[in-house]
């Protein structure tokens, strides 16, 4: 059995901090080729990384093992705008486009409701890497689950359904897009969805 130790929130720090390295070894934003994996080996379970490929197609490249396992299957190699709530993908592309049109950071809280009744509070801090021109492109994002959730690999939790209930662009020395984006509806049931 395997248990993962779930981010707390010197973690954010630890992933932000180094992102900051990045930016500052690049004179701006990173390129996504300057991400090594091996300096946030003990948050990688929980790392993800989304390519804007454009507004409409949000590929994940990239989502940590116990970031699947919480969700109950696989997501890399999909268009996230297609697999996550459809009440929520305009919000999510509204925000993806916000961070790419002005290099800027993401943070995300939800209440996460587990198929077997549990709720807990699920935050993401999101980061902006570039392509090989320069332009953002690309996402990484680490996520940590509030509570005493244990991701073991067998008979995971399995989620089934989220709500976000807060959202605030960060800046990370360009500036902020013009307007905020709004939260998507609350659902209180699966078939809110």
């Not at 984006?181 to 969805?193: F, G, I, Y």
Request: aromatic share 12%; net charge negative; charged share 20%.
């Amino acid at each position: 059995m395997v248990e993962f130790t779930l981010p707390r929130a010197d973690h954010f720090e630890v992933f932000h901090n180094y992102w900051r390295t990045l930016a500052r070894d690049a004179g701006g934003v990173p390129a996504r080729t300057a991400f090594s994996p091996a300096a946030l080996k003990d948050l990688l379970p929980f790392i993800f990384i989304i390519e804007r490929r454009t507004a409409d197609d949000l590929y994940v490249r990239l989502a940590g093992s116990a970031i699947e396992q919480v969700l109950g299957f696989a997501t890399t190699g999909k268009n996230y705008l297609e697999i996550c709530n459809p009440a929520d993908a305009p919000f999510f592309k509204a925000v993806f486009t916000g961070m790419a049109e002005t290099p800027c950071g993401a943070f995300f809280k939800r209440d996460i409701h587990m198929a077997g009744g549990d709720l807990y509070s699920l935050n993401t801090r999101c980061l902006p890497f570039t392509d090989k021109e320069g332009s953002v492109r690309y996402m990484i994002g680490v996520a940590g689950v509030g509570g005493n959730l244990v991701l073991t690999t067998y008979d995971p939790p399995v989620l089934d359904f989220s709500n976000i209930t807060a959202h605030h662009f960060i800046d990370v020395g360009f500036g902020l897009p013009a307007a905020d984006v709004p939260l998507p509806p609350a659902k209180t049931t699966r078939q809110d969805l």
